[in-house]
């Protein structure tokens, strides 16, 4: 069983950076995708960015070339740098994983991290 841990989310203020951390424990397939998703309230979760086992990276048109995505596959580790934050970048952000076998795909969730950005 997999289990996800972030750890980074804080307040700060607009124009302001943070890095949030996704530690993975238990084994993980070795074909993955590792992502953040984010919910804001009253708002569906929505995609913020993913990372493939081979290192392809997506990213929501919101936050392009505000934030970085990144992965230590040794660590099992996803780490998400957030430049120039914004209020409307406020939400709860969750790391995900997505194992792809040969039975389907599986899924994990972490418990999400808080981030406010205060105007």
């Known amino acids: 069983q997999v289990q996800l841990m972030e750890s980074g989310g804080d307040l700060v203020q607009a124009g302001g950076s943070l890095r949030l951390s996704c530690a993975a424990s238990?084994?993980?397939?070795?074909?993955?995708?590792m992502g953040w998703y984010r919910q804001a309230p009253g708002k569906q979760r929505e995609l913020v960015a993913t990372?493939?086992?081979?290192?392809?990276?997506n990213y929501a048109g919101s936050v392009k070339g505000r934030f970085t995505i990144s992965r230590d596959n040794a660590k099992k580790m996803v780490a998400l740098q957030m430049n120039s934050l914004k209020p409307e970048d406020t939400a709860v952000y969750y790391c995900?994983?997505?194992?792809?076998?040969?039975?389907?795909?599986?899924?994990?969730w972490g418990s999400g991290t808080q981030v406010t950005v205060s105007s």
């Open positions: 995900n994983i997505k194992e792809y076998r040969s039975l389907g795909m599986y899924e994990y």
């Open positions: 238990g084994s993980i397939f070795s074909i993955n995708t």
């Open positions: 990372i493939s086992s081979g290192g392809s990276t």
